[in-house]
């Protein structure tokens, strides 16, 4: 992949009763007043260290004052685990996976992506099959007897949402990878109809949908066709007006497609409606199709201009790669340079067959046997970021003085978050600068992620100066945590 480009847009009162009042004024006439315990001192002011930094080849200054996208969290797309397509095994009894994952090490997986990894995004992948056949001609009047929400076409993912939410997952989604072969590709309303019921469907389980994707990658859609941007358009508008109508709080993200190329012909279609940009809650994107090449890029910072123009968040919602070096480059790209508000990966779990490295966690197999899962470089790359920037950390300027040495930053709560990559072929001794407006600072915690080390945790800190100064080694990732 080539280097991705340094982008950066400039961018109570309490009420005492009169009675009260004069009952406690009674009291205290009569009683002596003893004397109480002495007030505590006032706290020390926040000052933070002015020593001199030690000198170092590459400067990097963190800029708090300077703030830009707030971040919504990262996340993956899933299967579900008795899919046949996880671990390309058919079981023609239970027409599902001939592999059973035990609950257990179900269980394990999920707390190994949510709790340890800290990834809070699901986005599901759908199929038809749901409505097989065409309820009726009248996409405003719905036979529900005539659909089909079994299994994975819509309460898999549901049960699969109410057991990774007390793992930490608060956002999650459909992407349908293509709709019913029997919908019309330019009138939009059987589609509406479908999707809208689907959602209800989720609202009627107790798991209202915060968001909705209207298409996997619309240009695309697996072989059966192409829809245009007036159908995503009009998708959208009459969507969202049915859902306004049903008091379903559900938002749309459009136009989840290949590459930022495609994206943005989409999006600015829709978006230019002002009818339609009401119901859209985010730009979503691919890196597919040759999408970090240069006319992509360019496209990639149109896109982001467009979501700021409107305040949308603009979230990269599918890729993969199986060089974990080149993931962390991705993200840093998308986080510091492209204003992304969300990175999610190709699949969070899948199974060895594939041979993609496109997982972040392997589902091993012995025949129709599960054998075990295994974390993937790319895992424990993504940790770098998703353990420590929670959703709602504000992301902050990182400037280097070295092209090799590449940082995002972000305040989260009342500590920074710096994560620093060296690109380059040989160590480089870097200064990180912390800029005024940095909350008062004292310690610095480490991890590190290299060709040969998964979240090392390096020794901690105490800083003497309004920074530090640490070495990155070369092909390099480090996530500085530094706290009050």
């Known amino acids: 992949?080539?280097?991705?480009?340094?982008?950066?847009?400039?961018?109570?009162?309490?009420?005492?009763?009169?009675?009260?009042?004069?009952?406690?004024?009674?009291?205290?006439?009569?009683?002596?007043?003893?004397?109480?315990?002495?007030?505590?001192?006032?706290?020390?002011?926040?000052?933070?260290?002015?020593?001199?930094?030690?000198?170092?080849?590459?400067?990097?200054?963190?800029?708090?004052?300077?703030?830009?996208?707030?971040?919504?969290?990262?996340?993956?797309?899933?299967?579900?685990?008795?899919?046949?397509?996880?671990?390309?095994?058919?079981?023609?009894?239970?027409?599902?996976?001939?592999?059973?994952?035990?609950?257990?090490?179900?269980?394990?997986?999920?707390?190994a992506l949510y709790s340890e990894l800290g990834l809070t995004r699901v986005r599901y992948a759908t199929d038809p099959g749901v409505e097989p056949v065409n309820d009726n001609s009248d996409p405003t009047f719905t036979d529900l007897s005539r659909f089909d929400f079994r299994w994975k076409r819509v309460d898999?993912?549901?049960?699969?949402?109410?057991?990774?939410?007390?793992?930490?997952?608060?956002?999650?989604?459909?992407?349908?990878?293509?709709?019913?072969?029997?919908?019309?590709?330019?009138?939009?309303?059987?589609?509406?109809?479908?999707a809208f019921v689907q959602i209800q469907r989720w609202r009627a389980l107790g798991q209202t949908l915060p968001y909705w994707s209207i298409f996997n990658e619309p240009t695309g859609l697996q072989?059966?066709?192409?829809?245009?941007?007036?159908f995503v358009r009009d998708a959208v508008k009459l969507l969202g007006a049915r859902l306004a109508a049903a008091s379903i709080s559900t938002r749309l993200v459009i136009p989840d497609d290949v590459d930022p190329a495609r994206s943005l012909a989409i999006s600015q279609a829709v978006l230019a409606d002002p009818v339609a940009r009401q119901y859209v809650g985010a730009i979503a994107f691919h890196l597919y199709e040759s999408g970090t090449a240069e006319p992509n890029l360019r496209s990639l910072e149109a896109l982001s201009g467009l979501a700021r123009q409107y305040a949308i968040p603009l979230w990269m919602t599918e890729w993969y790669t199986p060089?974990?070096?080149?993931?962390?480059?991705?993200?840093?790209?998308?986080?510091?340079?492209?204003?992304?508000?969300?990175?999610?990966?190709?699949?969070?779990?899948?199974?060895?067959?594939?041979?993609?490295?496109?997982?972040?966690?392997?589902?091993?197999?012995?025949?129709?046997?599960y054998t075990g899962f295994v974390k993937s470089q790319q895992y424990w790359t993504m940790g770098q970021w998703s353990r420590v920037v929670p959703a709602g950390a504000i992301t902050l300027d990182a400037v280097s003085s070295d092209p090799g040495v590449q940082a995002t930053a972000w305040l989260v709560a009342d500590h920074l978050v710096v994560v620093a990559l060296n690109v380059g072929s040989s160590a480089k001794?870097?200064?990180?600068a912390l800029g005024a407006g940095s909350p008062c600072v004292r310690t610095m915690t480490a991890e590190r992620t290299s060709g040969f080390e998964t979240a090392r945790v390096l020794d901690p800190v105490t800083l003497t100066g309004p920074g530090f100064t640490t070495t990155l080694p070369a092909g390099s990732v480090t996530t500085f945590v530094v706290r009050p």
């Open 156 to 194: 898999g993912h549901v049960d699969y949402v109410v057991a990774a939410r007390p793992f930490g997952v608060t956002t999650w989604f459909g992407a349908p990878i293509f709709p019913e072969p029997w919908m019309s590709k330019t009138d939009p309303g059987e589609y509406v109809e479908w």
């Open 1 to 111: 992949m080539p280097q991705l480009p340094q982008f950066r847009p400039s961018l109570t009162l309490l009420a005492v009763p009169l009675l009260a009042l004069l009952a406690t004024m009674a009291c205290a006439a009569q009683e002596p007043v003893l004397p109480g315990p002495p007030a505590p001192p006032p706290p020390p002011a926040c000052v933070t260290p002015s020593g001199p930094l030690a000198a170092a080849a590459v400067t990097l200054g963190v800029n708090p004052s300077v703030r830009h996208q707030t971040l919504a969290g990262f996340g993956t797309t899933v299967r579900l685990f008795d899919d046949p397509h996880l671990t390309e095994t058919f079981d023609p009894a239970t027409q599902r996976g001939a592999v059973i994952i035990p609950a257990a090490e179900q269980n394990r997986i999920l707390a």
């Open 223 to 230: 072989g059966t066709g192409t829809v245009s941007a007036a």
């Open 429 to 432: 001794s870097v200064q990180v």
């Open 323 to 369: 060089d974990w070096f080149v993931w962390a480059r991705t993200m840093h790209a998308m986080l510091a340079n492209y204003d992304a508000a969300a990175v999610d990966y190709l699949w969070g779990f899948f199974g060895q067959w594939d041979g993609r490295s496109a997982e972040l966690i392997t589902i091993n197999t012995t025949g129709n046997g």
